[in-house]
């Protein structure tokens, strides 16, 4: 956690980014979730896209007290559609072990992003991942049926998410 959260009389920064490419069918599912959160975060959130090269995040969370990250993958046992929270990454090194190398359907996944950014010294706070367990990442638009209704789900992780880290860290 940063030694100040905030700073004086601002409230915390916190970062909201979608992961994906909406070009590959479900993989778009974190840039829609975030999307669909914004209209419920408060108008200090930030909200963003990371496409293509995913170790951006390190830049996007970049002194964020709070930084949560949406994105579609694939990991081993999960159901299309399944929304899987992993809350405070940056303190739990071990959260991410069971997944291995699976989240994420990029070159270079978040799990991979988040252990360099541990290894670096350049994780937020707070950091939590939403993993929306994807269907089809064939090319194109639109999502399967079970991750349509994922990304739903997956917003209201997001702002429920938020307004409980601003509740327990009020300005």
């Known amino acids: 956690m940063t030694a100040a959260l905030g700073g004086a009389g601002r409230p915390p920064r916190v970062v909201v980014v979608g992961v994906g490419n909406e070009m590959r069918r479900d993989d778009g599912a974190g ?4 999307e669909r959160a914004a209209p419920r975060l408060p108008a200090e959130a930030e909200v963003s896209r ?16 709070f930084a949560i990250v949406v994105d579609a993958a694939r990991w081993p046992g999960a159901s299309p559609g399944e929304v899987t929270w992993l809350s405070d990454l940056g303190a739990d090194s071990a959260a991410l072990a069971t997944w291995g190398d699976a989240l994420g359907t990029h070159g270079l996944g978040v799990a991979e992003v988040v252990r360099l950014g541990r290894a670096l010294g350049r994780l937020p706070g707070r950091l ?3 993993a929306i367990a994807l269907a089809d990442a064939a090319q194109g638009e639109g999502f ?3 991750v ?12 429920e998410g938020v307004r409980a880290f601003l509740e327990a860290h009020p300005v």
């Open 50 to 65: 990371c496409a293509g090269d995913v170790t951006r995040l390190l830049d996007a969370w970049d002194g964020a007290d």
């Open 31 to 34: 840039f829609a979730a975030v």
């Open 128 to 130: 939590d991942l939403a």
């Open 144 to 146: 399967s049926d079970e």
């Open 148 to 159: 349509e209704r994922a990304v739903d789900r997956a917003a209201e992780l997001v702002a």
